[in-house]
């Protein structure tokens, strides 16, 4: 199919652009911004007022297949994804069973190979996730995997941290790590702090956060390789990636749009809702605004939603009992730009770097560009769409949101996938 999308602002950080032009795509692939001439079986498609962006990368994604299809599947995450802007996802490996040999890497490629959206599977850091023996990096980098993780749990042992960060210099990938030192978060429920004070709830400490990013921040120092850091949630760590950054160490980081945009006062003016628990948990308002000042300065590489279907049944329950994650891929572009980019606290060339260019860099994923010859995947932007947030109309399987009822100014009206409209509510 060939494309004419017309008319339309157009802002890719990867070229630096943020202007009004037309953009073609012909078959899979962006042919131009401005094009001299128009094919005659193209199909004109008026985005005036509209804003065409690189399709969003999100780099932290639980796609709960296999094992756990009652939550999500690559095909449902796939859906929600283009809903919300992404073309490209990248899966967790803690499913059931985890994604830790080559075998399970091609499994999700074939899964991904008929979902929506661009799908890349990360492998386990270790065999069965169990913190034991590293999995086989190898073998899994030649079946397709793009990093390797054990997120949802750390990875305790440090030789083995050591060792796998090691293999991330010689492979030339990215080790991408939850930091969660468990004998100090060990039945904490929300964070250490105001809230775990007044209410008594057991809190986690900020330092199971950070002593775990200063331990491989010395890792890394002396075994090379490349470190990612997911979902960092406190004002400390910020300041540790900050520092390593400015000292050359190649470590890059996240945040998700939770930690952005709650703090841990939500849970007390709640009662303990049970939608506000995750891991790492809502932390204090400075420690937001720490978050928030990371993504300004650079601190911070990337916005990712950290995606973590869970059932009604699993969720609605007494905060303790409750599981942790929360979902975000049908909401965090149009929270981003609603709360940050209208408010002015971050560029529309910085927010859509956050959460594809730069991202689609990190894991050096075919994405993040509308340059030419780039793969054509496209999100269409309607930058003043009022909508509610109605988990009831999501198209994942799960509902655990936190923002439920947020009026969000923006929403995504048309993605295309290698040059394949997808998702489309554009009215033109
Ligand atoms: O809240 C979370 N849920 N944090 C994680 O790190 C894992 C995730 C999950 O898999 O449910």
């Known amino acids: 199919m060939t494309y004419l999308l017309k008319g339309g602002r157009i802002i890719d950080p990867s070229q630096g652009i943020d202007r009004i032009a037309d ?6 692939l962006i042919d131009s911004m401005e094009p001299k001439s128009i094919p005659k079986d193209a199909e004109i498609i008026d985005v005036s007022e509209k804003i065409v962006i690189p399709g969003l990368v999100d780099m932290h994604v639980h796609s709960r297949e296999p094992g756990e299809e009652y939550k ?29 040999t080559a075998d399970r890497i091609t499994f999700i490629y074939k899964l991904g190979s008929e979902a929506l959206s661009n799908v890349y599977p990360v492998g386990a ?6 913190g034991r023996e590293l999995a086989e990096f190898a073998d899994m980098v030649e079946a397709g995997a793009v990093a390797f993780s054990d997120d949802g749990r750390p990875i305790e042992n440090s030789e083995l941290m050591r060792n796998a960060l090691a293999y991330s210099s010689q492979l030339e990938i990215p080790i991408l790590v939850h930091e969660e030192d468990t004998l100090l978060s060990e039945q904490g429920q929300i964070h250490e702090g105001e809230v775990s004070s007044i209410s008594g709830m057991k809190g986690i400490p900020t330092q199971a956060e950070t002593s775990m990013i200063a331990r491989d921040l010395g890792l890394l120092k002396i075994s090379g390789g490349k470190l990612h850091i997911q979902h960092v949630s406190a004002a400390e760590s910020i300041d540790l ?12 980081c996240e945040v998700t749009p939770h930690h952005l945009l709650l703090n841990e006062m939500i849970i007390l003016k709640s ?16 420690d937001r605004e720490a978050l928030v000042e990371g993504l300004i300065d650079g601190a911070v590489d990337a916005i990712a939603t950290d995606h973590a279907p869970h059932a009604v049944f699993e969720k609605d329950n007494p905060f303790d009992i409750s599981l942790p994650g929360v979902i975000g891929l049908e909401t965090a572009f149009a ?3 609603t709360k940050f ?15 594809s260019t730069a991202p689609a860099k990190i894991l050096d994923l075919p994405a993040g560009s509308l340059g030419s010859g780039s793969i054509a995947d496209v999100t269409v932007i309607d930058p003043n769409h009022l909508w509610t947030v109605d988990p009831s109309k999501f ?19 048309m993605t295309i996938v290698k040059g394949k409209i997808v998702f489309n509510e554009l009215i033109s």
Do not use: Q
């Open 23 to 28: 953009l073609l795509i012909i078959d899979e």
């Open 341 to 355: 980019v209208r408010e002015e606290i971050l560029t529309p060339l910085r927010a859509i770097e956050l959460m």
């Open 241 to 252: 990636i900050r520092d390593a950054k400015t000292n050359g160490l190649p470590v890059t």
């Open 271 to 286: 009662n303990f809702h049970s939608k506000y628990k995750m891991l790492p948990p809502l932390r204090g308002e400075e």
């Open 125 to 130: 850091v270790t065999k069965g996730l169990a």
């Open 335 to 337: 929270l981003i730009w």
């Open 395 to 413: 198209f994942s399987k799960s509902r655990n949101t936190p923002f439920e009822g947020w009026e969000l100014n923006c929403k995504v009206v």
């Open 72 to 100: 999500e599947t690559i095909e449902t995450a796939s859906k929600a994804a283009v809903a919300g802007g992404f073309t490209t996802i990248v899966t967790m490996a803690n499913t059931k069973p985890p994604i830790d």
